[in-house]
């Protein structure tokens, strides 16, 4: 009797093992954006390692980085890897490329212990107003060229491409501002509903983009609780529904757009949510917290949105700060990272969604320049060219905390040209003879940090941004950092 006991308990234990596992493996999990607009790059592999130590267990890139492909190589990590809008004219016009873009960055790692690649991204946000129809109407035949790509190479039936949409190709019309009433922007409905009607020929997702942080960025009388979602002292009321947040408004906007094409049920993917914790006076790492640990708790809870219920599919974003992102935005561009530019967690986050403090791993194995900082020099005398050298500093690096309501803002002129000197001196690589200014400047091993703002030492592993970002990316950054120390120096 005992045997028999034990061999029962014995199958029991295995069966609840293997429950267990299961659970685990096949949870809906949480999503990451991993952005590489930045001067100086962490080792992919160790960046990976972080990933899988904190379980994301899904990932979304900007590019097909060879690097970071060859470091996701046995993670079995989920990716949606991306195409970037310059490619989409190539990809439209030539199926050959979009066949030899496939082969190199899908089918070369798809095989059994390689890289888990489940979507391609066609472009990201090409329908975006600013861009001025620049994609408009070449991103539907990429989205053709490159899934009959995938379909050749045999991946047809695991691999879907997609396109990640801005919110902006949404709205409700002003005369009735609830999501019921929403509906794809006049112009871009055709081709918007086209490339949708293609999408569910192909059980492919629509993937859009969620940034609440901007409802609150845009209007200063926006209500900072309908953010967040902690409820609101004056929800919006559709019909027999409640909405307590801007999260669930705007998702129940493409709802009933979707709904109102004729594809009520299409599956939705959020490529992109987040709060930044820099560079305006709502980003901050308070605010970052509150918002990141509330999405993950409702949208992981399964109670889904006033009209849509179940777990909602997400992507942070993001994943790392990018100091070399355009700023054309606004200053909190540069600062949406869960983790800083070195791979350490900015704040507590469980990505279980239970709201638990929990603390997220950083990266480690991580090096880093020599501890020096390039400051104002005390014994100049003659600042004649010190507003110059300050402008000079910025557009060429990352000032983007001096600005207002951000961390360095309690500066002093002094304290911002010490911080302008070092950020140039930093992103270039602590090479001495950006530790100059005409003799303004020089060099201290005295960390000048205060409490609320770092002066960051770089990390010891560089790379070109020309390389990474492209020429425009760079010349728009230039110019972003121009405006906001012209603005600075008024």
Same mark, same amino acid.
């Given at each position: 009797m005992a045997q028999t006991r034990a061999l029962e308990y014995d199958h029991f234990l295995v069966l609840f093992l293997v429950f267990v596992m299961f659970v685990v493996s096949s949870g809906d999990g949480v999503g990451v954006n991993w952005g590489t607009m930045s001067t100086h790059h962490l080792p992919a592999d160790n960046v990976v390692q972080m990933l899988r130590e904190n379980r994301f267990n899904k990932l979304k890139l900007f590019e097909a980085d060879k690097k970071i492909l060859d470091a996701l190589i046995g993670s079995d990590i989920e990716v949606m890897l991306a195409i970037p809008n310059y490619m989409l004219l190539e990809m439209s016009e030539d199926p050959g490329a979009a066949a030899s873009w496939v082969y190199a960055n899908v089918s070369s790692y798809f095989y059994t212990g390689g890289v888990n690649i489940k979507y391609v991204a066609v472009g990201n946000e090409p329908f975006l107003r600013t861009y001025n129809d620049t994609y408009r109407y070449i991103t539907?035949? /990429?989205? $053709?060229?490159? @899934?009959?790509? !995938?379909?050749?190479?045999?991946? *047809?039936?695991?691999?879907? +491409?997609?396109?990640?949409?801005?919110?902006?190709?949404?709205?409700?019309?002003?005369?009735?501002?609830?999501?019921?009433?929403?509906?794809?922007?006049?112009?871009?409905?055709?081709?918007?509903?086209?490339?949708?009607?293609?999408?569910?020929?192909?059980?492919?997702?629509?993937?859009?983009?969620?940034?609440?942080?901007?409802?609150?960025?845009?209007?200063?009388?926006?209500?900072?609780?309908?953010?967040?979602?902690?409820?609101?002292?004056?929800?919006?009321?559709?019909?027999?529904l409640l909405y307590t947040n801007v999260f669930d408004a705007n998702f129940d906007t493409l709802f009933w757009s979707l709904d109102k094409a004729g594809y009520p049920d299409m599956h939705i993917i959020v490529g992109e949510v987040g709060w930044p914790t820099d560079g305006d006076k709502n980003a901050n790492i308070e605010? /970052?917290? $509150?918002?990141? @640990?509330?999405? !993950?708790?409702?949208?992981?809870? *399964?109670?889904?949105?006033? +009209?849509?219920?179940?777990?909602?599919?997400?992507?942070?974003?993001?994943?790392?700060?990018?100091?070399?992102?355009?700023?054309?935005?606004?200053?909190?561009?540069?600062?949406?990272?869960?983790?800083?530019?070195?791979?350490?967690?900015?704040?507590?986050?469980d990505l279980s969604g239970k709201m638990k403090n929990k603390g997220l791993a950083p990266v480690e194995g991580v090096a880093y320049m020599p501890r020096r900082w390039c400051v104002l020099n005390p014994h100049a005398d003659?600042?004649?060219?010190?507003p110059d050298s300050i402008d000079y500093a910025c557009s060429l690096s990352d000032c983007t905390a001096l600005g207002y309501g951000s961390s360095c803002n309690h500066l002093t002129v002094e304290g911002n040209a010490s911080y302008a000197f070092n950020m140039y001196y930093q992103m270039n690589s602590q090479e001495s003879w950006n530790c100059d200014f005409s003799g303004l400047a020089m060099v201290t091993d005295e960390d000048p940090s205060d409490d609320h703002c770092q002066f960051p030492v770089m990390i010891a592993h560089g790379s070109s941004l020309l390389l990474r970002g492209g020429i425009l990316d760079t010349l728009l950054a230039v110019v972003g950092q121009c405006i906001v120390f012209a603005l600075l120096l008024c």
């Open positions: 539907l035949p /990429a989205l $053709k060229n490159i @899934q009959q790509a !995938l379909n050749d190479a045999g991946l *047809g039936s695991k691999v879907k +491409a997609t396109v990640p949409f801005n919110a902006d190709i949404y709205n409700s019309p002003e005369s009735n501002p609830v999501p019921s009433a929403g509906d794809f922007r006049d112009e871009a409905k055709d081709l918007t509903i086209g490339i949708i009607q293609f999408l569910h020929l192909n059980n492919a997702p629509f993937t859009v983009n969620i940034y609440p942080f901007l409802s609150l960025y845009g209007n200063d009388y926006f209500p900072v609780d309908f953010a967040f979602f902690e409820g609101t002292n004056k929800p919006i009321r559709d019909g027999s605010n /970052a917290k $509150k918002f990141s @640990q509330g999405l !993950l708790k409702h949208v992981l809870s *399964g109670a889904g949105t006033p +009209a849509r219920k179940g777990t909602i599919d997400v992507y942070l974003f993001s994943l790392l700060d990018e100091n070399a992102k355009s700023i054309a935005p606004g200053n909190f561009e540069r600062h949406w990272g869960i983790f800083e530019y070195d791979g350490k967690p900015k704040y507590e986050l003659d600042f004649e060219e010190l």
